[in-house]
């Protein structure tokens, strides 16, 4: 299924690529529009309440250093693809 926004179109797909370490994930996604391809970025939190595994956009102070490992792995991959 693919919805259409005003100048690209965005497929419900697989990730191009996935970066984790332990609870933190980087999915990357490849998006295609008339003037080419370009990448978005989502990066969360697993964590377990009960027995549900969830996932969060917010994150602690001991987070934000890998965080932003992963942020400048997700650029470096991308950069690759161009």
Known sequence: ?????????????????????????AVIWR??????????VNITRSYKTGETWKETTQFNRDDLLVVSKLADLAFGWIQQQS
């Open 31 to 40: 998006n295609k529009s008339e003037k080419g391809d370009w990448y978005s």
């Open 1 to 25: 299924m693919a919805s259409k926004t005003t100048s690209t179109t965005v497929a419900k797909s697989k990730p191009a690529h996935e970066i984790r370490s332990g609870a933190i994930r």
